[in-house]
């Protein structure tokens, strides 16, 4: 199996995008703050990614505690991981990027697909680009920041 990436499907009433080859299957809500929800070993059946038993991923309000809306996964924490002030602004716990929507494009060839998705604060003038890829058959989840 080639590695090949699949859009047209909802998981927890947000658009998802699955990613996967023979060997991972990875499952991204980019309207989540580009929530990568699941990284799973096929060969084991097995999600690497802690789950947290009590809530699944749902939008949070822009300002939310990060500790009661994590869902587990993996969320970009930018542009902090405390509260801290920008410019007489008080930022969020655990950033921006992880409560607000991003942007997401996805490509492939015959030997590997990928999601560049996008994030945008909205406080502090940043943006952060990541891109997710799987090649071939390889076991390896390759992650470009930008």
Same mark, same amino acid.
């Given at each position: 199996?080639?590695?090949? $990436?699949?859009?047209?499907?909802?998981?927890?009433?947000?658009?998802?995008?699955? /990613?996967?080859?023979?060997?991972?299957? !990875?499952?991204?809500?980019?309207?989540?703050? *580009?929530?990568?929800?699941?990284?799973?070993?096929?060969? %084991?059946?097995?999600?690497?990614?802690? $789950?947290?038993?009590?809530?699944?991923?749902?939008?949070?309000?822009?300002?939310?505690?990060?500790?009661?809306?994590?869902?587990?996964?993996?969320?970009?924490?930018?542009? =902090?991981?405390?509260? %801290?002030?920008?410019? *007489?602004?008080?930022?969020?716990?655990?950033?921006? /990027?992880?409560?607000?929507?991003?942007?997401?494009? $996805?490509?492939?060839?015959?030997?590997?697909?990928?999601?560049? %998705?996008? *994030? /945008?604060?909205?406080?502090?003038?940043?943006? /952060?680009?990541? =891109? !997710?890829?799987?090649?071939?058959?390889?076991? !390896?989840?390759? !992650?470009?920041? *930008?």
């Amino acid at each position: 199996m080639s590695a090949r $990436v699949t859009r047209a499907w909802s998981l927890y009433e947000s658009p998802a995008l699955l /990613l996967e080859n023979a060997a991972l299957r !990875v499952t991204i809500l980019p309207e989540l703050g *580009g929530h990568l929800f699941e990284l799973v070993d096929k060969a %084991a059946d097995r999600n690497l990614l802690w $789950v947290n038993p009590r809530t699944t991923p749902r939008r949070a309000p822009y300002g939310a505690n990060f500790d009661d809306w994590w869902s587990g996964g993996w969320d970009e924490i930018f542009p =902090t991981g405390d509260q %801290a002030m920008l410019n *007489g602004e008080r930022l969020p716990y655990m950033g921006e /990027l992880w409560s607000v929507p991003w942007s997401a494009e $996805v490509g492939s060839t015959g030997d590997r697909a990928w999601i560049f %998705a996008t *994030g /945008l604060a909205t406080m502090a003038p940043a943006r /952060l680009e990541r =891109t !997710v890829e799987l090649r071939e058959d390889e076991p !390896v989840l390759y !992650v470009r920041y *930008g």
